[in-house]
């Protein structure tokens, strides 16, 4: 039998669910065909001809005002850091290209923490739910893609996920980016902790490094 331990909701938006996931896997054969993101723009979710790159820490969740937040005490382990590169393959084109490297530090997160690679599928434009007026996509996106996790207790599996929103806001340290992932889905449809299986989800507004947003170069412009 397969079990989970120490799975403690990280930031009240976490869930269980990388362990779910190895022990899923253990269970039944991997299809890769099941993981493949769908070439889909969803709702509130537009073309693209910018790519984003990014890199940082994240630790309490997104407040409902912008405004810069504390780190966590360094006791408490709570928190992730990622960095990544996406893009659109063309002007305007749904599919994407690039990788994303997540981990999570919580010991008492899913699998004891972990870490997950993640290889983009697709790449689109999202509003800034920070910005009431003026032009809401400006500097945010949101992609997709399938990849691999390895916990600290062990476990290991694939699965997809999708970065909801990751956000340019201005330089470090002033334009408050922000971030928000999902691992166990590529649809944001479907990243709800009352769906099973669980899906771990966790966002912020960076306690350090940044989010930048980029003139898309190359022949698909």
């Not at 009431?132 to 949101?142: F, H, K, M, S, V």
């Not at 944001?188 to 989010?211: A, E, H, M, S, V």
């Amino acid at each position: 039998m397969c079990t989970g331990r120490n799975l403690a909701l990280v930031s009240g938006a976490l869930a269980a669910a990388l362990v779910a996931l190895a022990c899923e896997r253990a269970a039944t054969p991997v299809n890769p065909q099941a993981n493949e993101p769908l070439f889909h723009v969803f709702p509130g979710e537009e073309l693209a001809c910018f790519r984003l790159t990014g890199g940082g820490r994240i630790d309490k969740p997104e407040p409902p005002i912008l405004w810069p937040q504390p780190k966590n005490t360094p006791d408490s382990r709570d928190f992730a850091t990622f960095g990544f590169q996406a893009r659109p393959v063309g002007c305007n084109a749904p599919e994407g290209s690039g990788q994303i490297e997540w981990v999570e530090h919580n010991p008492g997160g899913p699998g004891g923490g972990f870490s997950f690679h993640g290889v983009v599928h697709t790449f689109g434009a999202v509003s800034d739910h920070y910005l009431e007026t003026g032009d809401r996509r400006n500097g945010c996106g949101a992609f997709s893609g399938s990849g691999r996790f390895h916990a600290r207790d062990g476990s290991t599996g694939e699965t997809s996920f999708i970065v909801e929103h990751a956000c340019d806001r201005g330089e470090p340290g002033v334009g408050r980016d922000h971030i928000r992932i999902c691992i166990g889905t590529s649809d944001p449809t479907q990243c709800r902790t009352d769906l099973p299986p669980p899906r771990y989800r966790r966002d912020g507004i960076l306690t350090g490094g940044n989010i930048q947003r980029h003139k898309l170069s190359g022949s698909g412009t």
